[in-house]
């Protein structure tokens, strides 16, 4: 699988966004075995006529094929794809897809991770992949150094009229020694939908403008 389109300009860090990616394919590859696995013995049951009479042969392939369709789906989330273009977002649908490809990320999948509610946070205008990215590694970064000190992650959004913040933030003051090379990686991409990522005292956050914000500075452009 093609993680760059061939014309798509180099960014700070993408090798490590790279190897990110082979840990996500490794978590597929693992769950695309299962599901086959599954499948295969359950096809096999039904061609001797020995599947449970009650239906649950049936459950059963229908949970392996939504699993298989959303196997396919994070393929297609992964990857750099330039060709979308920008689109307004709800945050809270990027977000469900972080921890969606986060399900594949065996090192740090079972990390806990308390989702902050909120009311309602203002849509942003960016290319899809872009936001996406950003918020894998930087709950990624959270991830790891909770796992490190034992605590969980807790991920909250907020937003008024001109900027969004998505915090992920733990119990100890260790995310600005974050891996250089990934936090490269995520600057430069947010940078290009005029995001910007900090980290401090156990909170990594990325701020971005909000799609009214966008609107406000493109009538303002000559």
């Not at 990616?21 to 039904?46: K, Q, W």
């Amino acid at each position: 699988m093609a993680t760059e389109t061939a014309n798509a300009a180099p960014i700070d860090g993408a090798h490590e966004w790279l190897n990110l990616v082979d840990l996500v394919l490794r978590g597929l590859h693992h769950d695309l075995n299962n599901r086959i696995g599954s499948l295969s013995a359950m096809v096999e049951l039904l061609q001797m006529g020995d599947a449970p009479a009650d239906g649950t042969a049936y459950e059963t392939l229908a949970g392996d094929l939504a699993r298989l369709g959303e196997a396919n789906r994070m393929i297609r989330l992964v990857p750099r794809d330039q060709t979308a273009g920008e689109e307004p977002l709800i945050l809270d649908d990027v977000l469900a897809d972080v921890f969606a490809v986060h399900r594949f990320l065996h090192d740090v999948r079972d990390v806990p991770v308390t989702i902050v509610p909120t009311r309602y946070v203002e849509p942003v205008r960016c290319e899809r992949w872009a936001l996406l990215h950003v918020l894998v590694i930087l709950l990624m970064e959270a991830k790891q150094l909770a796992k490190d000190s034992g605590t969980m992650v807790r991920a909250a959004t907020e937003s008024d009229e001109q900027t969004v913040r998505v915090q992920f933030q733990i119990g100890v003051p260790a995310l600005a020694d974050a891996p250089a090379s990934l936090g490269a990686y995520a600057e430069s991409v947010a940078a290009t939908f005029g995001g910007s990522v900090t980290r401090r005292a156990g909170v990594a956050e990325l701020r971005m403008p909000t799609l009214k914000a966008r609107r406000a500075s493109a009538r303002r452009s000559p």
